[in-house]
């Protein structure tokens, strides 16, 4: 079933996702060389306490961290650690999340350590993270949950292809429903599966991670003895992005970015929902 949020639901959403955009911020500005990933999710506790909130991340199912720090070939769920230490060059997806009042953030960004990286990288983020805003566009009401995977899928494939000849759909793992969980129904493929149908139709308080998932190669992926941490088949280096967007009645709303969006959608011709904490 998806859970329909009321108007101040939403608001409560909005604060949990502005505490996930101070943790995207302070984690971003350490993601230096030499910094551990486990320098990272301290970061994000502190984030999470100053703001008095709660990690959703920390215990679910077992999960050992605060946030998920995805190191170069590792799509997803990476956990933080003193032994992986950033160096020159490497691209990181830190994944993270929070909770007011029991209702979830969730959001996810790629970011680059350093310098001297490979320009198809910068590419491979820049097609994951414009994906991800042509599928927020989508999120209108009238519209299925396949109108937002056509539209990541679509722009992925429109795009010129790196020079592994194609950009890898990670197809294992998507984006979700949100609300008094993390992980909620609908699962929301990042590419148009036939099998699966259109969806539930978007109304007006419908909340969903939006979450695009791409490697400079294959869509297949594997899982390492810890469990969690998933790794590309080849080898190939992946990006991450994710935003948590409600729909409310007038359009939607990015819960996770600190301008709700208002900027990014503008230039796709969207008018976001006034932010209701402004």
């Known amino acids: 079933m998806v859970e329909i949020k009321t108007p101040e639901q939403i608001a409560k959403m909005r604060e949990a996702g502005l505490v996930v955009a101070a943790i995207h911020e302070a984690t971003r500005a350490a993601a230096v060389p030499g910094a551990s990933t486990k320098d990272l999710d301290d970061v994000a506790r502190k984030v999470i306490a100053d703001h008095g909130a709660k990690s959703n991340f920390l215990g679910?199912?077992?999960f050992p961290a605060t946030i998920c720090t995805s190191v170069n070939d590792i799509?997803?769920?990476?956990?933080?650690?003193?032994?992986t230490v950033l160096k020159d060059g490497d691209i990181i997806s830190i994944d993270a999340g929070a909770i007011v009042d029991g209702w979830h953030g969730d959001a996810a960004f790629t970011a680059f350590v350093g310098?001297?990286?490979d320009p198809e990288l910068y590419e491979l983020s820049r097609v994951t993270e414009e994906s991800m805003w042509a599928g927020i566009a989508a999120?209108?009401?009238?519209?299925?949950?396949v109108d937002i995977s056509k539209a990541i899928e679509g722009y992925i494939r429109r795009q010129p292809r790196p020079a592994s000849g194609k950009y890898g759909i990670i197809e294992d793992y998507g984006g979700h429903g949100i609300g008094t969980q993390m992980h909620m129904d609908p699962h929301l493929l990042n590419y148009v599966s036939k099998k699966r149908g259109k969806g539930p139709r978007l109304v007006s308080g419908f909340c969903i991670a939006i979450e695009p998932m791409v490697s400079l190669g294959t869509a297949k992926t594997h899982?390492?003895?810890?469990?969690?941490t998933v790794k590309t088949d080849d080898g190939?280096?992946?990006?991450?992005?994710?935003?948590?967007?409600?729909?409310?009645e007038e359009g939607p709303l990015v819960l996770t970015a600190v301008d709700g969006g208002k900027a990014k959608l503008a230039e796709l011709g969207v008018e976001t929902a006034p932010d209701p904490l402004a």
């Open 60 to 62: 679910y199912g077992g």
């Open 75 to 83: 799509v997803v769920h990476g956990i933080p650690d003193r032994e």
């Open 115 to 117: 310098t001297g990286h």
């Open 139 to 145: 999120v209108r009401k009238g519209h299925r949950l």
């Open 223 to 228: 899982v390492l003895a810890d469990d969690w």
């Open 236 to 248: 190939t280096w992946s990006s991450h992005w994710e935003h948590s967007v409600a729909l409310t």
